[in-house]
């Protein structure tokens, strides 16, 4: 219960129903896009017998955007869109600034 307290603070959510649904929200997401991405690769054409280097590169460049939507498509159902919205843009906004450090 504690970990769900301090999980509610740090994400500035009401209550702990809303940190339950959120947590559902990326579970359902997690699973999701481990089939939606075999099924990606399926649809693409990409052998079953690739390197393993590239089968991890393809899953990283795959998964990245499908994960963005399925968590927007999530959080609509269970009612957390609008926390789910502003945790992309916030996710985003960071690897915006990691590219601008590199330059």
């Known amino acids: ?20 649904l959120i947590l559902l929200v990326f579970t359902c997401t997690g699973f999701s896009v481990l089939f939606v991405e075999e099924w990606l690769l399926q649809v693409l054409g990409v052998p079953k ?6 089968r991890v590169l393809l899953f990283v460049v795959i998964t990245l955007p499908v994960y963005q939507v ?3 498509f999530f959080g609509l159902i269970f009612g957390q869109f609008r926390f789910f919205y502003n945790f992309e843009k916030r996710f985003f906004s960071r690897i915006l600034r ?3 450090h590199k330059e």
């Open 1 to 20: 219960m504690a970990l769900l307290k301090k999980l509610q603070q740090r994400w500035g959510v009401k209550n702990l129903m809303q940190v339950v």
């Open 49 to 54: 017998d690739i390197p393993d280097w590239l």
């Open 70 to 72: 399925l968590l927007l």
């Open 98 to 100: 990691l590219g601008r």
